[in-house]
């Protein structure tokens, strides 16, 4: 480790009864043609969007509950992705919600009618399509990790990204290259390579803007990752959670010979403890910030926040390590990056804060 500082944290919305004192556990940001914003927050088993609250310019003063009725929501760490259907202005935009043991949503403006709705046109022969994770690549949706075959992956079809059973949409099963011991934990996007990170196995296909002609391109055996909010692009590189540590990817796509970088590597032993203890690792989050070169991951049972400063890489390839920590205790539990607002998101019991200034909550 390392003595360094950190920014404080500033909350922007209001108290919200439906939210109470839970975690905001997810957030994205939704954007349509015509310049408006919506930003999509979870907590507490509910969903919500956050709105202008006389004229404060900041859209997440309020939380407003829009949980779609007749659905039943299990937990709130719901992965969003966002892809029009169709091209040109009149393209209607959809963001995909993703999350196991939960139908995958797909959230809409029409007008200014908010909808979330269960996603209807499913994959042929999958009784219950509950993806846990969901990647916008090539004009498509791309999910993984449902139920009944966590070995599968469901695309949509082009450019129409609730349309799951048309003749263009398909499916990718790679259990005949990890086994049928292995499953999908999440995905990413490179260049023109698609990423599948598996709990054990790291596969790599190449050519994935055309699924029927994509080919496997390289398969990394004994190297997993451990959670799928863990997995961050940063634009030249892709970050994850592994076993034992914090793993840089992209060097080792672009040239196989070249050893996977380790970013933890200075403090390994004491982090693979703290691992071990995550009983739940689909709870690890972590984001990245564009502006201040940082990636934070979150160990929510070790109350632990690990923060890896990507500046500039030591000599053996690893990165300068600190870890952050609260008065109170707390954590930060979700991440988002928002380059429109200049503002690194995070979640907190009760809202959402963003990265600024010199006190946590004026503390």
């Given at each position: 480790?390392?003595?360094?500082?950190?920014?404080?944290?500033q909350?922007l919305?209001?108290?919200?009864?439906?939210?109470?004192?839970?975690y905001?556990?997810?957030?994205?940001?939704?954007?349509?043609?015509?310049?408006?914003t919506?930003?999509?927050?979870?907590?507490?088993?509910?969903?919500?969007?956050?709105?202008?609250?006389?004229?404060?310019?900041?859209?997440?003063?309020?939380?407003?509950?829009?949980?779609?009725?007749?659905v039943?929501?299990?937990?709130?760490r719901?992965?969003?992705?966002s892809?029009?259907?169709?091209?040109?202005?009149?393209?209607?935009?959809?963001?995909?919600a993703?999350?196991?043991?939960n139908?995958?949503?797909?959230?809409s403006?029409?007008?200014?009618?908010?909808?979330?709705?269960?996603?209807?046109?499913?994959?042929?022969?999958?009784?219950?399509?509950?993806?846990?994770?969901?990647?916008?690549?090539?004009?498509?949706?791309?999910?993984?990790?449902?139920s009944?075959?966590?070995?599968?992956?469901?695309?949509?079809?082009?450019?129409?990204?609730?349309?799951?059973?048309?003749?263009?949409?398909?499916?990718?099963?790679?259990?005949?290259?990890?086994?049928?011991?292995?499953v999908?934990?999440?995905?990413?996007?490179?260049n023109?390579?698609?990423?599948?990170?598996c709990?054990?196995?790291?596969?790599i296909?190449?050519?994935?803007?055309?699924?029927?002609?994509?080919?496997?391109?390289?398969?990394?055996?004994?190297?997993?990752?451990?959670?799928?909010d863990?997995?961050?692009?940063?634009?030249t590189?892709?970050?994850?959670?592994s076993?034992s540590?914090?793993?840089?990817?992209t060097?080792?796509?672009q040239?196989?010979?070249?050893?996977?970088?380790?970013?933890?590597?200075?403090?390994?032993d004491?982090?693979?403890?703290w691992?071990?203890?995550?009983n739940?690792?689909?709870?690890?989050r972590?984001?990245y910030?564009?502006?201040?070169?940082?990636?934070i991951?979150?160990?929510?049972l070790?109350?632990?926040?690990?923060?890896?400063?990507?500046?500039?890489?030591?000599?053996?390839?690893?990165?300068?390590?600190?870890?952050?920590?609260?008065?109170d205790?707390?954590?930060f539990?979700?991440?988002?990056?928002?380059?429109?607002?200049?503002?690194?998101?995070?979640?907190?019991?009760?809202?959402?804060s963003?990265?600024?200034?010199?006190?946590?909550?004026?503390?």
């Amino acid at each position: 480790g390392r003595l360094a500082s950190r920014q404080g944290h500033q909350k922007l919305n209001n108290y919200n009864s439906a939210l109470d004192d839970n975690y905001v556990e997810s957030i994205w940001r939704h954007d349509l043609v015509d310049g408006r914003t919506y930003y999509l927050l979870n907590g507490n088993n509910k969903m919500f969007r956050g709105r202008e609250l006389g004229g404060s310019r900041n859209i997440i003063k309020e939380l407003m509950d829009i949980t779609p009725a007749g659905v039943t929501i299990k937990g709130s760490r719901w992965q969003m992705q966002s892809l029009p259907q169709g091209a040109g202005s009149n393209a209607k935009i959809y963001t995909i919600a993703t999350q196991k043991k939960n139908p995958a949503m797909a959230f809409s403006v029409t007008g200014n009618t908010l909808t979330w709705e269960k996603i209807t046109d499913t994959p042929l022969g999958v009784t219950n399509f509950d993806p846990d994770a969901c990647l916008s690549a090539y004009g498509r949706i791309w999910t993984a990790g449902i139920s009944e075959n966590p070995f599968t992956i469901f695309y949509s079809d082009l450019l129409d990204p609730t349309n799951f059973n048309s003749d263009n949409a398909g499916i990718l099963d790679i259990s005949s290259v990890v086994g049928n011991n292995d499953v999908i934990v999440g995905m990413a996007q490179h260049n023109d390579f698609l990423v599948i990170f598996c709990k054990d196995n790291i596969v790599i296909y190449k050519g994935a803007s055309n699924p029927d002609t994509m080919s496997l391109e390289d398969v990394i055996t004994g190297v997993g990752c451990l959670s799928r909010d863990s997995i961050k692009a940063t634009g030249t590189d892709l970050i994850f959670m592994s076993k034992s540590g914090v793993r840089s990817l992209t060097r080792t796509i672009q040239e196989k010979s070249m050893p996977m970088r380790e970013l933890t590597l200075n403090m390994r032993d004491e982090l693979t403890e703290w691992i071990r203890y995550e009983n739940y690792p689909e709870n690890i989050r972590a984001g990245y910030c564009e502006d201040n070169a940082y990636y934070i991951i979150t160990l929510p049972l070790n109350k632990k926040m690990i923060y890896i400063d990507l500046r500039m890489p030591m000599e053996n390839g690893s990165a300068r390590c600190t870890t952050w920590s609260l008065t109170d205790g707390t954590l930060f539990n979700s991440f988002f990056d928002c380059n429109k607002t200049g503002q690194f998101l995070m979640g907190i019991p009760g809202g959402v804060s963003y990265y600024t200034r010199h006190t946590d909550r004026g503390s």
